[in-house]
C-alpha cells in the first residue's frame, strides 16, 4: 500500500526544517537507500533515505518549502494507488496548478501584453485562492485582490502572489484601505500614506536610461537568518558590558610544549592553548561565587542555575557560525575536553551534528586567538548570560625588579548581562581566571 514520507523529527528542538533539494522527481522508481530528498535545519544539512520500495507517487512540497517535522513531503507506492487520504487541502490542488501553468507559460506575447495591462485593475467581490497563496500574500503585505490567477478556474496560485510582489502593485498596510493598484512613492514604489489623496505627477518626456546594476540579489541561507535573529534578540533585549584582562600565557605555553613533545609517547592527542581555556573554564564556573555566570536567564525574571557547565563552543564554518555544546566540561579530563571539543567541531563542519548538540549550554567560549584578534566584544548567546572571547597571544611589557622584561600574553574578554550579575562579580570571574591561567598545571593537580 502506498506510504507517505515525512519531514523527520531530527531533534526535540527542531520544529521545521527547509526542504532544500529533492533527488527524485514524481513516477520515478526508489529502492531501500535511495535519497530522497535533502533537507536543512537551522544549522546542519541532511538527506532523508526511503524506507520503501516502489513508485514516487506526489510530490507535496517545493524545494525552499519550510516543512513542519512529522509532516508528509511525498508518498511512495504501486501506479495506480488512491493516495487522496495523504493530500491537504493545499497540496492537494498542486496537480491542477501545474497542469494550468504550462498554458500560462505558453502565452502568446500579446496575450503577456495583455494580462500586463490589465494586472493593476483588481478582482471584484471574491477572490478564489488556495491556502497557500492567502497565507504567502498575508506573509508578504500583498494585496490579492490584484494578483493575475493563472491556477484552475481562474484560482491565485501561491506563484502568482510572488510574481505580485515582484512586479505587481503593493501598498503599505497603513494604506492598504486606500489602494487601487496606484503606484506610490514608498520603498520599491509601494503606495503609502504619503500618497494618498496626491495627484500623480506627469510623466517626464525623455527619461534617462538607469545606470546598468552593479550588485546582485541572493537570498540569505536559513542558518544567517538563524544566527541573524539570535543576535539581534541578544543585542536589542540584553544590556550586555565587556570587561576585558590580561594573564601571562607563559606556564600555558611551557606546559604544552612539553605536551607536544611527548603526546605521542604519552598517548594523548593534540591538545591546544583553547582546550586549556576550556578546561580552566568549567573548572571555575563550578565555584558558587559565579553561578550567575553558569546560569540561563528565562523570560527576563527567572534564573536557572546550573549543577553542571555545559560549555557552547563557538565554530566557525563554511556555512556560518555553530555553537554546539560540550556538555559536564567540569567532569572531564584536559585529554577528553581535547577529544570531544574536535568531535563537535568536525560534525559541524560535516554538517551532520545533532541538533540537540546545538542548544543547552550554561556558558560559551568563543576564541579568535588564531586571527590574530588581540580585544573584541563577544555577544552573548540568549538564554545564557555570558560569554568568554579568547585573544591571541601578544608581547606585553611589565617592570619587575630587574628593569622592564617583555613576556607572552592572552586576553580574556568576558560580556555578561548585566541582569543577572553585577560588574564587581564579573570581574572576580575574569581575575579567577586570570590566576587559573597563570597556573595552570597547578589547576591540573587539583
Given at each position: 500500500m502506498a506510504t507517505p514520507v515525512m519531514m523527520p523529527n531530527v531533534g526535540i528542538s527542531v520544529e521545521s526544517c527547509i526542504l532544500t533539494e529533492w533527488h527524485v522527481k514524481k513516477g520515478d522508481h526508489v529502492k531501500v537507500g535511495d535519497v530522497l530528498f535533502s533537507y536543512e535545519t537551522d544549522k546542519a544539512t541532511n538527506d532523508e533515505a526511503s524506507q520503501v520500495e516502489g513508485t514516487v507517487l506526489a510530490i507535496l512540497k517545493e524545494e525552499g518549502d519550510d516543512v513542519p517535522t512529522m509532516q508528509n513531503v511525498c508518498v511512495i507506492g504501486e501506479e495506480g494507488e488512491d493516495i487522496s487520504a495523504f493530500l491537504s487541502s493545499d497540496t492537494a490542488e498542486a496537480p491542477a496548478e501545474e497542469a494550468a501553468a504550462a498554458p500560462a507559460a505558453a502565452e502568446a506575447p500579446q496575450a503577456e501584453e495583455a494580462k500586463a495591462e490589465t494586472k493593476t485593475v483588481p478582482t471584484e467581490g471574491f477572490v478564489k485562492a488556495s491556502p497557500r497563496a492567502k497565507n504567502l500574500a498575508a506573509k508578504l503585505g500583498a494585496d490579492i485582490r490584484f494578483a493575475v490567477p493563472t491556477?484552475?478556474?481562474?484560482?491565485?496560485?501561491?506563484?502568482?502572489?510572488?510574481?505580485?510582489?515582484?512586479?505587481?502593485?503593493?501598498?503599505?498596510?497603513?494604506?492598504?484601505?486606500?489602494?487601487?493598484?496606484?503606484?506610490?512613492?514608498?520603498?520599491?514604489?509601494?503606495?503609502?500614506?504619503?500618497?494618498?489623496?496626491?495627484?500623480?505627477?506627469?510623466?517626464?518626456?525623455?527619461?534617462?536610461?538607469?545606470?546598468?546594476?552593479?550588485?546582485?540579489?541572493?537570498?540569505?541561507?536559513?542558518?544567517?537568518?538563524?544566527?541573524?535573529?539570535?543576535?539581534?534578540?541578544?543585542?536589542?533585549?540584553?544590556?550586555?558590558?565587556?570587561?576585558?584582562?590580561?594573564?601571562?600565557?607563559?606556564?600555558?605555553?611551557?606546559?604544552?610544549?612539553?605536551?607536544?613533545?611527548?603526546?605521542?609517547?604519552?598517548?594523548?592527542?593534540?591538545?591546544?592553548?583553547?582546550?586549556?581555556?576550556?578546561?580552566?573554564?568549567?573548572?571555575?564556573?563550578?565555584?558558587?561565587?559565579?553561578?550567575?555566570?553558569?546560569?540561563?536567564?528565562?523570560?527576563?525574571?527567572?534564573?536557572?542555575?546550573?549543577?553542571?557547565?555545559?560549555?557552547?563552543?563557538?565554530?566557525?564554518?563554511?556555512?556560518?557560525?555553530?555553537?554546539?555544546?560540550?556538555?559536564?566540561?567540569?567532569?572531564?579530563?584536559?585529554?577528553?575536553?581535547?577529544?570531544?571539543?574536535?568531535?563537535?567541531?568536525?560534525?559541524?563542519?560535516?554538517?551532520?551534528?545533532?541538533?540537540?548538540?546545538?542548544?543547552?549550554?550554561?556558558?560559551?567560549?568563543?576564541?579568535?586567538?588564531?586571527?590574530?584578534?588581540?580585544?573584541f566584544t563577544p555577544v552573548i548567546n540568549p538564554p545564557q548570560t555570558g560569554i568568554l572571547g579568547v585573544d591571541g597571544i601578544v608581547t606585553r611589557v611589565r617592570e619587575t625588579e630587574n628593569g622592564l622584561e617583555a613576556y607572552k600574553a592572552m586576553g580574556l574578554s568576558l560580556t555578561y548581562d548585566h541582569r543577572a550579575l553585577d560588574g564587581a562579580p564579573a570581574s572576580r570571574f575574569l581575575a579567577a581566571m586570570k590566576n587559573a591561567l597563570e597556573n595552570f598545571t597547578i589547576l591540573l593537580s587539583k
Open positions: 491556477g484552475a478556474e481562474g484560482r491565485v496560485v501561491e506563484s502568482d502572489v510572488r510574481a505580485l510582489a515582484e512586479n505587481g502593485p503593493m501598498a503599505t498596510k497603513a494604506a492598504s484601505g486606500a489602494f487601487e493598484g496606484q503606484a506610490g512613492s514608498g520603498l520599491g514604489g509601494k503606495f503609502s500614506v504619503q500618497d494618498i489623496g496626491a495627484v500623480p505627477a506627469a510623466a517626464e518626456t525623455a527619461a534617462p536610461a538607469a545606470p546598468e546594476a552593479d550588485f546582485y540579489d541572493e537570498k540569505m541561507p536559513n542558518i544567517r537568518k538563524v544566527i541573524a535573529k539570535s543576535m539581534t534578540l541578544s543585542l536589542t533585549t540584553i544590556p550586555q558590558l565587556t570587561h576585558t584582562i590580561y594573564f601571562d600565557a607563559t606556564d600555558m605555553m611551557g606546559f604544552r610544549a612539553k605536551l607536544k613533545a611527548g603526546a605521542e609517547s604519552l598517548g594523548l592527542g593534540k591538545i591546544t592553548l583553547n582546550d586549556m581555556v576550556l578546561f580552566a573554564v568549567s573548572r571555575v564556573l563550578k565555584d558558587p561565587e559565579y553561578k550567575a555566570l553558569n546560569a540561563n536567564l528565562i523570560d527576563g525574571d527567572t534564573m536557572r542555575y546550573f549543577t553542571g557547565v555545559h560549555l557552547g563552543i563557538a565554530t566557525d564554518t563554511e556555512r556560518g557560525l555553530m555553537v554546539p555544546t560540550l556538555f559536564n566540561a567540569d567532569q572531564m579530563s584536559l585529554s577528553e575536553i581535547s577529544e570531544k571539543s574536535k568531535e563537535l567541531f568536525a560534525a559541524c563542519k560535516k554538517g551532520n551534528i545533532s541538533p540537540d548538540l546545538l542548544h543547552g549550554a550554561s556558558f560559551t567560549v568563543s576564541n579568535v586567538g588564531g586571527f590574530g584578534i588581540e580585544h
